[in-house]
């Protein structure tokens, strides 16, 4: 897995959580996966086609999961219903958006499934031989992670 | 949703208008979120939809005229995210009207609006204010 997918996917959740959050992304150590996530509460799955292919997942906490559209909506949430499941299922789409554009300026060029969000607990193997990278991120709101399952088509 | 002055780029027609828009997709998130049997409040969430969908368009022609008529250089890109953006809630319009106005379509359509306005007025419409700036500001 090269350093670009992953410093993309990096600076294009630090630079999404900053403006529509107003929190700060601090990112920990990435390591590989033996063969399988899994997720407990709130992942969102996006698909990733061209130049690089395979997936990418990212894994929220509930609590912050209902943090991120409390500070987007204003309001309280308590559970993770459609509406704080779409918002965050967009959130995580306008991140890959922007990593995609961020790996197009290195010449990999990409397109983004409609991402899928999955409630309640989820799994997924790695693609093939290929490793997948765990990302773990930490936030003032809580700590997630992004896994990348991709490769050079 | 909270306006916020941060998200003011400089130009007032597009900052009352962003302004706006936020006044009204927060009345119909608040409709959709209240309390109450969905049923009873179905009336006010498709009469707060129809006023913010209105304004989507409005607003979104005038950002574009304005964009026109300061050589904005980003302009076909951001004629695309907008005409995309409208297709995509014509798109939940049409399943709204076919499926029924099922609480749990308005609450996804609901989500996906707000997060993608914040993202669309504290991110993209930035670069309108900066370029303006560096065009010597507002004339």
Known sequence: MKAEYVNSFYQATNDVLALM??????????????????????????????????????????????????????MEMDEIDSFVSSAIGEVANII???AITMLSANNYHCDIATPQVIVGEYKSLSLGNEKALLLPLKTPIGEFSIALFLKEK | MMWKEKYKIGVPLIDNQHEELFKRVSEFIQTVRGEGNWQAKLDKVKENMAFMQEYVVVHFNAEEAYQKKINYPDLENHQKIHAKFKADVNRYVQRLEQEGYSEELVQEFGGKLMAWLIMHVAAMDQKIGEYVEGQGGEK
Do not use: H
Not at chain 1, 23 to 35: A, C, Q, S, W, Y
Not at chain 1, 37 to 58: N, P, R, W, Y
């Open chain 1, 21 to 74: 959050l107003d929190i700060t992304t601090e990112r920990g150590m990435p390591r590989l996966l033996e063969d399988m996530v899994s997720s407990k509460d709130a992942s969102v799955i996006l698909g990733i086609i061209g130049d690089v292919k395979g997936t990418v997942l990212f894994s929220f906490p509930k609590d912050m999961t209902l943090e991120m559209v409390k500070i987007m909506s204003g």
């Open chain 1, 96 to 98: 890959g958006g922007n």
